[in-house]
């Protein structure tokens, strides 16, 4: 398996813009996270799905905001309008439930807005 | 919700020496304890866990100790090494999801 897989890597944007982040999860894993990682909060957790159901989105900061995962092997994470201080890299995880949680992470998607 | 403090925030130590992180929760249902390692500018990877039913696990260099009535626990590593220099998060999970520490970033000096 390629593991869990995010695009872009990079995402450089205009303040007030749309941005979509995307998510591969690793296949046959039930669960899928989307985090925040900042150097002032640390990893945040935004959301997350199970059997692509949303589970708890307590996490997401404001109505910007929104999560989707339409099947089992995507989800998106979208931010309309994009601030500057939504700048951060934001992770997708996936885990299989009964196998210790052991979250396996993307590589992550940089964002700048600017 | 759950609560997880972590200490310290940055540490240094001479390679070869030990190094222990430490972390206390508050949710006395949460019942598994794992602990990330992230290198820089990559994701965080799992490097140990342990469950609420086990008071310690060692793997090779790498402990951690858990403390289910004081909730807290701790990663230590032995004989640390230049490739231990990373950002360390430990982490608590209950029913399904797990919440981080804000990390420790462990500099082994030569």
């Known amino acids: 398996d390629a593991g869990v897989i995010q695009s872009p890597r990079h995402e450089v944007t205009e303040m007030g813009q749309e941005v979509t982040l995307r998510c591969k999860p690793i296949?046959?894993?039930?669960?899928l996270f989307w985090y925040r990682q900042t150097m002032m909060r640390g990893l945040e957790l935004l959301i997350y799905?199970?059997?692509?159901?949303?589970?708890?989105d307590s996490g997401m900061p404001e109505d910007r905001f929104s999560a989707k995962m339409p099947n089992a092997s995507f989800s998106t994470l979208k931010i309309q309008p994009s601030e500057p201080r939504d700048s951060a890299v934001y992770f997708c995880a996936s885990s299989l439930a009964g196998e210790g949680y052991g979250y396996t992470f993307g590589s992550g998607t940089r964002l700048t807005v600017v | 919700g759950e609560n997880v403090e972590q200490h310290p925030s940055t540490l240094s130590v001479q390679e070869g020496d030990s190094a222990v992180i430490k972390c206390t929760y508050s949710d006395s249902a949460s019942n598994y304890f794992p602990w990330y390692k992230q290198e820089l500018g990559k994701r965080p990877q799992l490097i140990i866990d342990?469950?609420?039913?086990?008071g310690e696990k060692k793997d090779q260099r790498i402990a951690v100790t858990l403390n289910k009535t004081a909730k807290h626990f701790s990663l230590h590593i032995t004989e640390t090494q230049p490739e231990d220099s990373a950002v360390y998060f430990c982490?608590?999970?209950?029913?399904?999801?797990?919440?981080f520490g804000k990390g420790t970033r462990l500099h082994i000096l030569p």
């Open positions: 982490a608590v999970g209950g029913d399904d999801k797990i919440i």
């Open positions: 342990i469950r609420s039913n086990v």
């Open positions: 296949s046959g894993h039930d669960y």
């Open positions: 799905f199970n059997n692509n159901v949303p589970i708890d």
